[in-house]
């Protein structure tokens, strides 16, 4: 079955991204804004994750994580501090990092890679990925206790010491009327 959301499978899909970064390249330059992250890169970079995380088949709080290390990375060091260039090779050193702290499976660099586009390819290289993932650990001090939202849920179910069965029932009653 054909998967539309996929650049790989879609080829028109494919042309569409590549041609919105150009336009946004183009706009971008007119405004001369080449030193910081905009809402745009943000937003693909996001789309990126969400796109790795799926391809991959990762728990969901992996995905929350790789997210919460890409925001918190920019916040960290300024969305003025980081070039828009490199957008994708910081969402993939997300992913790369939210899948060594919440996946049993260690992640391997060559094979996210492969899911990448060709023009991502030729920013996201090996030596720029240590390069990076060591500047997150040290800008992190190697603090990666942030609380996500399963292990919240579980450590409120252990602290209200609720059954789980019962948790279960009130939460699929919850969604029916979402």
């Known amino acids: 079955m054909l998967n539309i959301y996929d650049p790989d499978e879609n080829p028109k899909l494919r042309e569409f991204i590549c041609g919105s970064l150009q336009t946004h390249e183009a706009a971008r330059q007119r405004r001369n804004c080449d030193n910081y992250i905009t809402a745009f890169e943000r937003g693909y970079a996001i789309q990126k994750i969400q796109y790795l995380h799926e391809k991959k088949k990762y728990r969901p709080e992996t995905y929350f994580t790789a997210v919460s290390i890409f925001d918190r990375y920019l916040a960290t060091i300024g969305q003025w501090n980081f070039s828009p260039g490199h957008a994708c090779l910081l969402a993939?050193?997300?992913?790369?990092l939210a899948a060594k702290l919440d996946q049993p499976m260690q992640p391997c660099f060559a094979r996210m890679r492969e899911h990448?586009?060709?023009?991502?390819?030729?920013?996201?290289?090996?030596?720029?990925?240590?390069?990076l993932e060591a500047d997150i650990l040290r800008t992190f001090g190697f603090d990666f206790n942030f609380p996500g939202p399963v292990p919240s849920l579980?450590?409120?179910v252990r602290i209200l010491r609720v059954n789980p069965a019962v948790l279960t029932e009130m939460a699929c009653q919850i969604c029916m009327f979402a």
């Open 92 to 96: 993939t050193v997300s992913m790369l």
């Open 116 to 131: 990448l586009l060709p023009e991502e390819q030729k920013v996201v290289t090996r030596e720029a990925y240590l390069q």
């Open 154 to 156: 579980d450590r409120y």
